[in-house]
């Protein structure tokens, strides 16, 4: 049963940008489009590890702000004829209020520290 854990209201983060959760196993970039869905990956481009929080997303896709890759929010996986994926984690928005799987930051919910930061 995934335990899910609060990271911040959904209105703490940009349309068609993001926010950083810190977690003890690294950064994870949650996104949120214009029509308002989420989407979390590993903060790590998987061409030579740009941020992806800083890139701008359109429609379901994130520019990487270093050379431009596009990345699929809802695979991580680069656009072709680029290639590799950035790991992908669960989340989700319940009355306002974002969730993000514990197993994404590889700790237990009680040990973990969240801070949730712009860019
Ligand atoms: S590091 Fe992201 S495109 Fe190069």
Wanted: aromatic share 4%; glycine share 10%; charged share 20%.
């Amino acid at each position: 049963m995934t335990k899910w854990l609060k990271i911040c209201v959904l209105e703490d983060i940009p349309r068609q940008g993001a926010r950083v959760v810190h977690g003890p196993a690294g950064d994870i970039a949650v996104f949120r489009t214009l029509d308002d869905e989420v989407f979390a990956l590993d903060d790590r481009c998987p061409h030579k590890g740009g941020p992806l929080s800083q890139g701008i997303v359109a429609g379901k896709r994130v520019a990487c702000p270093l050379h431009g890759w596009h990345i699929e929010l809802d695979s991580g996986v680069a656009v072709a004829p680029d290639e590799g994926c950035a790991a992908r984690h669960p989340i989700k928005i319940e009355a306002g209020v974002g969730y993000l799987a514990a197993s994404a930051l590889a700790l237990a919910p009680q040990a973990a520290k969240i801070a949730c930061a712009g860019h």
